[in-house]
């Protein structure tokens, strides 16, 4: 059965939550995506689902306080016609590294982040946001490790490729692969302005539900 490239074709915002209590019901199958203040987390997750505003947008780091809930619908065309859908959520984690904020709402902060992480029954894949200007920083490498402890599934996304030539993206992106040990399957770069690699992120993250799924 021959299949077409899956799309997002329908996005919305549905909770945001401190406590477990609060999350979404129904639940659905999660990805997640987390990374430092001003990675361009915002920015990617509104090119991803094609929706401006979806994410607010902020040139102030730490913007996002709360665990934020989307529900995104994806399809994708059948070759002996009709379509074949998939609701999930997308899971806007608060930024590590955060700046102009006290160590007590640091430390709550990153208390029901790790308690998400490591307590979701369906989070299927973490998605995590690294700018690929600069080596990796200790809280890069401290986030990757403590999500591998957790034996979740991790796509590492260097964001804003588009700052580089070519080469230069070309050189830090094998550097990433080497100081965090990836294979290339792990590892891409995405520019949300210009949408590039959207079409293969969709792809790596519908084809990680639906292998969480089976």
Known sequence: MSKGNWDIIHSKYVASAVRADQ????????????????VGK???????????GLARVSSTPGKTQTI??????????LEEGGDERATFHLVDLP?????????????????FISKYLSGSDNLALVCQLI???????????????????????????LTKSDKLSKNAAMSQKALFRRELGLTDEQLMTYTSAQHTMRSE?????????????E
């Open 201 to 213: 992120l969709i792809t790596r993250i519908m084809d990680t539900l639906q292998e969480y799924a």
């Open 42 to 52: 915002s920015s990617l997750i509104n090119s991803l689902c094609r929706r401006n």
């Open 68 to 77: 934020n809930f989307y529900e995104l619908e994806a399809k994708r065309s």
């Open 23 to 38: 999350y979404p019901s129904p639940a659905l199958i999660e990805v997640a995506f987390i990374g430092r203040s001003n």
């Open 131 to 157: 700018d690929i200007r600069h080596k990796p920083l200790d809280s890069d490498l401290e986030c990757y490790r403590w999500l591998q402890s957790c034996g979740l599934r991790i796509q590492v996304i």
């Open 95 to 111: 930024g590590y590294g955060f700046a102009r904020t006290n160590k007590g709402n640091k430390d709550q902060w990153s208390g």
